[in-house]
């Protein structure tokens, strides 16, 4: 199976760096040299210079598995940044979701207070702000909806920003009022 980082980037491959290339080829030469040296120059191998290339290289394979751990490390902290970042148990769709429907209902408030507030001190009867709110979507938007006028109204009503008068009109605060209402809810 492939893994993970090579499905999300099909193309991004992680090399070693030219300097580790480099050291791990000056090692894996000096002990080539150093063996072919020996045996060219037709002296018997010494404890000490069977050390030194046998040193030499197992440095070389400690160096190659440090730089394949290395390589390997990176992949791996890529996919636990790519997981963490698309495994949020779902909370960033809850978030959204919330954050949609909360701009909705301002939506709402904001649509029944603009129509209200046409109307001046007047005001404007539950079924008027229903049929204006509707034709105000249809007109601007080309949305054929049904306007929940009762919800608004209850928002409207609820937060100060439209009374209900005497006559059982609905009527809108001046702009400011209505937003000092706001404020210091």
Do not use: W
């Not at 440095?59 to 902290?77: P, S, Y």
């Not at 978030?95 to 404007?124: F, N, P, T």
């Amino acid at each position: 199976p492939m893994a993970d980082l090579e499905v999300v980037f099909p193309f991004k491959k992680i090399y070693f760096k030219p300097t580790d290339i480099a050291k791990f080829s000056s090692m894996v030469l000096t002990v080539v040299v150093a063996i072919v040296k020996k045996y060219l120059a037709g002296g018997e191998m010494t404890f000490v210079m069977g050390f030194i290339i046998l040193f030499l290289f197992f440095k070389c394979i400690q160096l190659f598995f440090n730089m394949k751990g290395t390589v390997e490390n990176a992949q791996r902290a890529m996919s636990d940044l790519l997981y963490a970042r698309a495994m949020d148990n779902d909370q960033g769709v809850l978030l959204e979701l919330i954050h949609s429907m909360e701009m909705q209902e301002l939506k709402e408030s904001i649509l029944g207070y603009y129509c209200a507030y046409k109307h001046g001190s007047y005001g404007v009867t539950k079924h008027q702000l229903d049929q204006e709110a509707e034709q105000f979507l249809e007109q601007s938007l080309n949305l054929n909806s049904d306007f929940e006028v009762d919800d608004a109204l209850n928002k409207v009503t609820s937060d100060g920003m439209v009374r209900l008068n005497s006559h059982g009109k609905y009527v809108a605060r001046s702009l400011s009022e209505a937003t000092d209402r706001l404020a210091h809810k």
